[in-house]
């Protein structure tokens, strides 16, 4: 008996070696991988969003292997959780392009992960690829950006309130943050610039997580009672958009009185929430899951196959990662090398097949160009497109309703330069803000 | 087409079948009624182009069809059509289209459904109850806002003669704020004539006169402006507005001048009942997070950093509640609210039994051991429930609003809270004063070896109360979960605010922590508008810090030889 039992203990013991040596060959071959490095929260605050960027990533380069990887290598993710903490972001940068030696890196979420790495992406000379909407008023060498400026997003939403449904009075509201507090003092701007007086337009920020919304909704509807068509525009981020679309439907607003557009509001943030009473209010992107294209239905049920759950839904930030990574796949089989002097030189005016049936492109300021869609809530969590531009809008990196930054260019190729000032003629440099 | 309901299975019929002339649509559509005021003209001219040869208009079951493809510019013109055949339907397939109950088969022929229920569904032109199971999947038609206000308007014509008198009122105010032209003054006058609801003729007076404010006629228009003096309507108001800055006529301008000044005068005082409206609506949330605190920390002294968490579980609660019964969520929140206490009193009791019993007399202690808890209570949520908010819903009667008039509604979420909230209170004093748990709590909490000493079970009671107070803040979760998003987080929002409002109150006074609950709401509100939100909060604190150096035991200090030490 015991015998037997030393027996097969050693069998195993002996099983698992072999296992061992041969997972140990196979790191060896590994070795001549392409190291793809992603940077994503997987816990805290974020990992809501960001957990789902991920998935996205590791489907697309598991797709890319078995397309015969690149540059007849493997492709290699590389995945590090950042906890939601902007500090960590840099330092799980740092560990991913001096340890792991990642070619390239694609995460972030908030903007102010994003400006924790980048001084490090560019002190180490890396990659990275941004998928999320943006305030703008940035531009690095290391970076794509290719997630919505607000001239991709927030201008294009405006003029359709303006020229479509004719609105007069704007509200502002957003979260009390970075990326509202820019984009406001952007479209306030721009409406100005357009006639609308300083009377009509309202600001409103709140905290995070604002559940109380009753005098902000009666002070809206105030607002709107004044024989002008009023709009709301919104870059309320997160969980406070649900007590604020109901306080709406409770104060008796729906979205033909004043319609609500939202920056921040996508499928994935829908499918949680009964989305009765945002019904009619508005959303922009650059991609929505109702999009009817073949690219889209493909991409979708890779997606539902891929993460194994029926009832899961695609974002525009997911189909801003699909089209940063084949844009980096693109530029790395043209450049020959994963180098990123190379990659950086070859990825401008690279073009990809988008999701919504275009082809986007990257630009010389490392911004892409996108189509603008509006989409009304349905019942189901899903959007109606209702509008969207002729063409494909290209991002800009220097908004040009703001003081300070309407004479800056970025262009990475011909000038070189991040922040030209076209009036001194002068590359201002890392000083820019 | 009246009366024409069983018409036999239109849907074997090819989509263009013959069209015969119908007379009844024919009747139907020169009878008086208030299909009048669609010009014929337009009719014809908005039908499908793929009719316009056709002597005769499609009949009501192939416009329905129509609704199932198309653009949505053509869903538009093929609705009003609807519309405009007067058949006995179309206001039930236009609601439903609107609610967006109104869905079609994906194989063809298609067909088109209202959605009764779940999974089942009825013939949309005729009515007639359809076998689910043979459809396949079906789609909703979608509509977008520009469609919705179209459809609002049709149905609000055709409600202007309903049975009932509040349908009569809304198809009215639908009307002034669509706008009311020239043709609608005449359909109005008319009747109103036939009114017998005041409220719906003050309504009628209203329109009209809104429309004769663009007479070009002087009288008319004077007479319009002294007709709306106090009228409440938005519409109103802008419209008035534009008169008095741009008529030609100064006795107008100045004769709306008047008109506005009585309508702001009025809104005016109307904003300030809504200000304390949402003062006190705030301060019924604060008291309801404060008052199981006020206990636990009031009446204890037990310094529980997680009262909020056990809010947190009476809102998980009501979300399990409504997982288990998903066919009484009108019923849900009356079972959650006896759920939560329960559940909610005992972690309390076993918070207290596990460690807090341990820690009396050693406030740092408690309030580190009890952050502990709170912490572990999260993340206990996150692995049972998902790091992600649940979604609780709204049962219907929570929803909407008390419309007192045109600038004045009270949402009935947080009337019933306010009343909940004061409901609570008055429960929890009589439980303290009357019963004899409350004598014991009173006696262990004034003097502990004097109650022990005449036979209280001091450790008992204590127990008993610390759970007392756990359940009152798993009833406050139930109320907070239809305000508010249900989330591991969702305690640690209350925490600050019910510490705030235990110590501004005094410490020990349940009345104390109703007093002050409701006066930080109502300053709380009353400085938001002009302060902001984050603001208002900030100065709120200020002012508190200020307070407390000014009278170190709150509101209402406690007296006597209990308070001495």
Redesign the interface.
């Known amino acids: 008996m015991k015998l037997k039992k030393l027996l097969k203990s050693i069998g195993v013991l002996g099983a698992s070696c072999t296992l061992a040596l041969s997972s140990l060959t196979t790191s060896a071959q590994e070795e001549d991988t392409i190291k793809v490095g992603v940077l994503h929260s997987l816990s805290g605050t974020m990992?809501?969003s960001e957990t789902t960027l991920k998935d996205t990533m590791l489907m697309l380069i598991e797709e890319q292997n078995k397309k015969g990887g690149l540059l007849g290598k493997q492709l290699e993710p590389v995945v590090v959780d950042p906890a939601s903490n902007w500090p960590l972001f840099a330092e799980k940068t740092r560990e991913l392009l001096a340890q792991e030696e990642v070619d390239a890196i694609f995460g972030c979420w908030t903007s102010v992960s994003r400006k924790s790495v980048l001084p490090v992406v560019e002190e180490l000379n890396g990659l990275l690829f941004y998928p999320v909407q943006y305030e703008g008023e940035e531009s690095s060498r290391n970076v794509f950006y290719t997630g919505a400026a607000p001239n991709q997003q927030a201008i294009p939403a405006v003029d359709y309130l303006m020229n479509e449904l004719e609105v007069k009075r704007w509200v502002l509201a957003g979260t009390?943050y970075v990326y509202p507090r820019t984009t406001n003092k952007i479209l306030a701007a721009y409406l100005q610039s357009k006639g609308v007086a300083e009377e009509d337009i309202m600001i409103?920020?709140?905290?995070f997580?604002?559940?109380?919304w009753?005098?902000?909704v009666?002070?809206i509807k105030?607002f709107?009672?004044?024989?002008?068509k009023t709009a709301v525009v919104s870059t309320i981020n997160g969980?406070a958009n649900?007590?604020f679309y109901?306080?709406l439907?409770?104060?008796?607003i729906?979205?033909?009185?004043i319609?609500v557009v939202a920056f921040s509001v996508g499928e994935e943030e829908l499918s949680?929430?009964?989305a009765k009473?945002l019904?009619?209010h508005m959303a922009a992107w650059n991609y929505f899951m109702s999009v009817d294209t073949d690219e889209n239905n493909a991409f979708i049920d890779q997606w539902l196959e891929y993460i194994g759950n029926e009832d899961r839904v695609t974002n525009d930030p997911m189909e801003a990662h699909y089209i940063g990574f084949n844009m980096w796949v693109k530029a790395v089989e043209k450049a020959g090398t994963t180098d990123s002097d190379a990659v950086i030189d070859a990825i401008v005016g690279v073009e990809v097949p988008n999701l919504t049936g275009g082809t986007s492109k990257m630009l010389p300021n490392h911004h892409i160009t996108k189509p603008v869609l509006l989409g009304?809530i349905?019942?189901?969590g899903q959007f109606?497109t209702?509008w969207e531009t002729d063409g494909l809008v290209a991002g800009d990196a220097w908004s040009d309703y703001l003081e300070g930054s309407k004479d800056l260019k970025s262009d990475w190729v011909e000038l070189d330069c991040g922040n030209y000032n076209t009036k001194t003629k002068k590359c201002v440099g890392a000083t820019a803000e | 087409m009246r009366g024409g309901i069983s018409r036999p299975n239109f849907q074997g019929e090819s989509p263009d079948h013959p069209l015969k002339p119908d007379s009844d649509t024919t009747m139907a559509l020169l009878k008086k009624s208030v299909c009048l005021w669609i010009a014929l003209g337009a009719f014809l001219l908005t039908l499908p182009s793929a009719y316009a040869q056709s002597p005769a208009e499609p009949d009501f079951p192939t416009l329905v069809d129509e609704l199932a493809s198309g653009s949505l510019s053509k869903r538009g013109k093929t609705v009003e059509a609807i519309a405009a055949t007067n058949h006995e339907r179309a206001q039930t397939v236009l609601k439903a289209l609107l609610e967006g109950s109104l869905e079609s088969t994906r194989s063809d022929p298609r067909q088109v459904l209202i959605e009764t229920g779940t999974d089942t569904y009825v013939l949309a032109a005729n009515g007639e109850a359809v076998n689910a199971d043979n459809l396949g999947r079906t789609k909703r038609i979608p509509i977008h806002n520009k469609l919705r206000s179209q459809i609002k308007t049709l149905l609000a014509q055709m409600n202007l003669s309903a049975a009932d008198a509040d349908v009569r009122l809304r198809a009215v105010e639908q009307m002034i704020s669509d706008g009311v032209d020239g043709d609608s003054i005449a359909l109005l006058q008319q009747l109103k004539a036939d009114e017998s609801s005041s409220d719906v003729q003050d309504a009628m007076d209203d329109a009209v006169a809104l429309a004769q404010l663009e007479s070009s006629d002087n009288e008319t228009r004077l007479n319009a402006a002294k007709q709306l003096r106090g009228s409440l309507y938005p519409e109103v108001r802008g419209a008035l507005q534009i008169v008095a800055d741009n008529d030609s006529e100064s006795s107008i301008r100045a004769e709306a001048q008047r008109s506005l000044d009585s309508i702001d005068s009025k809104l005016k005082m109307f904003r300030l009942g809504e200000n304390i409206f949402f003062g006190l609506s705030l301060g019924s949330v604060l008291l309801l997070s404060a008052i199981g605190l006020a206990i636990t920390f009031g009446v204890m002294g037990v310094i529980n950093m997680a009262h909020g968490e056990l809010m947190m579980i009476g809102a998980y609660t009501t979300w399990v509640i409504q997982q288990a019964f998903p066919n009484q969520i009108e019923y849900s929140l009356f079972m959650a609210i006896p759920a939560a206490f329960v559940v909610s009193g005992l972690v309390g009791i076993a918070i207290e039994r596990g460690v807090i019993q341990f820690l009396y007399g050693r406030p740092l202690e408690t309030l580190l051991a009890t952050f502990g808890i709170s912490l572990i209570l999260q993340q206990a949520a996150r692995s049972i429930f998902s790091p992600l908010n649940r979604a609780v819903s709204l049962p219907e009667w929570m929803s909407g609003s008390l419309q007192i008039n045109p600038a004045f509604s009270i949402t009935f979420n947080r009337l019933y809270i306010l009343l909940f909230g004061l409901m609570v209170f008055f429960a929890l004093l009589a439980v303290l004063k009357k019963t004899s748990l409350g004598l014991k709590v009173r006696a262990v909490s004034q003097n502990r070896p004097m109650a022990r000493a005449v036979g209280v079970r001091a450790s008992w009671v204590d127990a008993m109360t610390f759970g007392l107070g756990s359940g009152v803040a798993g009833i406050a979760g139930v109320a907070l979960s239809q305000l508010t998003n249900v989330g591991p987080n969702l305690g640690q929002a209350y925490i600050i605010d019910s510490f705030m409002v235990v110590v501004f109150g005094g410490v020990g006074n349940l009345w104390g922590t109703l007093v002050s609950a409701m006066s930080l709401g109502v300053i709380n509100k009353f400085m938001e508008p002009f302060a902001g939100a984050v603001l208002a909060k900030v100065l709120i604190l200020v002012l508190l810090i200020l307070f407390i150096q000014k009278k170190p035991k709150g509101l209402f200090p406690q007296k006597g030889r209990a308070a001495a030490d």
């Not at chain 1, 997580?209 to 109380?212: R, V």
């Not at chain 1, 709107?224 to 002008?228: C, E, M």
Request: proline letters at 8%; zero cysteines.
């Open positions: 990992a809501i009390d409103n920020y709140t905290p997580g604002h559940s109380d009753q005098n902000i009666s002070d105030r709107g009672s004044s024989g002008k969980d649900v007590p109901r306080e439907g409770n104060q008796g729906s979205a033909e009185d319609p949680g929430i009964d009473p019904v009619g009304e349905q019942e189901d109606l209702v």
